[in-house]
């Protein structure tokens, strides 16, 4: 019988000691719910970005000390629209900088359309050993609504051509809740991604971002706000079907093997973020980079935006406001003591959201749907 402590512990004791986190800053086009930081058509920057990428990481290798790396995510972004060769011998760079362990995880990000056969084996050959797949739904009405270029089928060869290149771990991404979307949509989105047999499942929740297409669209009235309440029906729905299928759930979004690489983010460990707009956290320090891609290429070393140190108490909540989102649980001993007070009676409080065993806190179904209030109401 496992203790509370190592119960809580479960999946936050996967995550390596230090990651690496690449942004690609290209895309072939802009998703109009995406506000993340990437740009369309500016990939003859690509070969100088990518050399500066390997400059920015013999900076962080030469001011710190970091522990051997333990996993690569290099997402963006739509790293596999670059050529495979660059993208490769990019990543050798970085290995000879920060190392790997043995069991390193190394994650690409990709398209469908991206995603063709010969490309995924070289980089499979070149040590990238999980490749996460930007299905995001099985409906190609829904993937129209959503702006998506690519059609289910190109979803499905995708997951294929990544096995017949051999990854034998391999991620999608899913979005529900778009305004359009049927429940039936949904539905048959997460069947369809099950019978694929993906090693790990995203589900998001659409969320609409200012400086976006949709966030102009809902702002002018073009086009409704994503409903809560179905919202809700839909994750309570990918929760039942995930978990009927055998998907172990282990953070609020995420069922299945989990990604190591964010685990550290979960876990507030410590990772290397290189290129445009990347953010990191070593040695306690949270630090940014400007997001100008072209600025980028040219003076890597020099494109800090801003540092932050969390005091104790930040600290203490931001770990429960993260590990909160870690379906195994919280060790109220532990927690209580980061936070320098007994959060047993405002976890008793939130009973129907919360459920206690013992010394372990767990979020209930409920609880799942509003994490963040419960991480507000146990840290006011
Ligand atoms: S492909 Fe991904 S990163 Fe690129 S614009 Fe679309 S959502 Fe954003």
């Keep these: 019988m496992s203790t509370v402590a190592e119960r809580a512990q479960h999946a936050a004791s996967l995550a390596p000691a230090f990651g690496v986190y690449v942004h690609v800053p290209f895309c072939p086009s802009k998703c109009p719910y995406c506000d993340f930081n990437t740009y369309v058509g500016l990939e ?37 629209m670059l050529d495979e060769h660059l993208v490769a011998s990019t ?35 070149a040590g990238v050993n999980r490749l996460s797949i930007g299905g995001q ?30 990854f034998d771990n391999v991620s999608l991404d899913l979005i529900f809740g778009m305004p359009g979307e049927t429940d039936a949509e949904w539905n048959r989105s997460l069947i369809e991604a099950v019978a694929l047999e993906p090693d790990h499942i995203s589900c998001y929740a659409l969320t609409i971002e200012s400086g976006t297409a949709f966030g102009a669209d809902v702002a002018a009235g073009r086009m409704p706000s994503p409903d809560d ?12 079907v995930l978990s009927a299928a055998g998907y172990r759930h282990y953070e609020i979004s995420n069922w299945g093997l989990p990604s190591r690489h964010n685990l550290i983010y979960w876990t507030q460990g410590s990772y290397a973020g290189l290129g445009a707009g990347a953010h990191s956290h070593v040695d ?32 203490a909540v931001e770990w429960l406001q993260l590990r909160l989102r870690l379906v195994d649980g919280i060790d109220l001993n532990e ?22 065993d013992g010394d372990l806190m767990t979020l209930t179904r409920r609880g799942l749907l509003i994490e963040n209030e419960v991480a507000i109401r146990l840290t006011a």
């Design 229 to 240: 309440d179905v919202q809700a029906v839909r994750y309570e729905t990918a929760l039942d």
């Design 44 to 80: 003859p920057l690509a070969p100088a970005y990518l050399h500066a990428l390997v400059c920015e990481a013999e900076m962080w290798k030469s001011r710190h000390e970091l522990a051997e790396a333990g996993s690569y995510f290099i997402g963006g972004g739509t790293p596999t």
């Design 137 to 166: 739904s099985f409906s190609n009405n829904v993937l129209q609504l959503l702006g998506r270029r690519h059609s289910a089928e190109a979803t499905r060869r995708a997951v294929r051509e990544a096995r017949a290149a051999g």
């Design 284 to 315: 306690g320090v949270r630090s940014w980079n400007r997001k100008n891609p072209r600025a980028y290429a040219e003076s890597p070393t020099a494109m800090r935006e801003g540092e932050e140190r969390l005091d104790d108490r930040e600290r």
């Design 91 to 125: 990543l050798k760079d970085l290995v000879s900088i920060f190392g790997a362990a043995e069991d390193c995880e190394v994650t690409v990000e990709a398209n469908p359309e991206t995603c063709d056969a010969s490309r995924l084996a070289f980089l499979r050959e």
């Design 335 to 356: 927690a209580s003591k980061r936070m320098g007070r007994d959060l047993r009676p405002a976890a008793e409080a939130l009973g129907g959201i919360v459920s206690i």
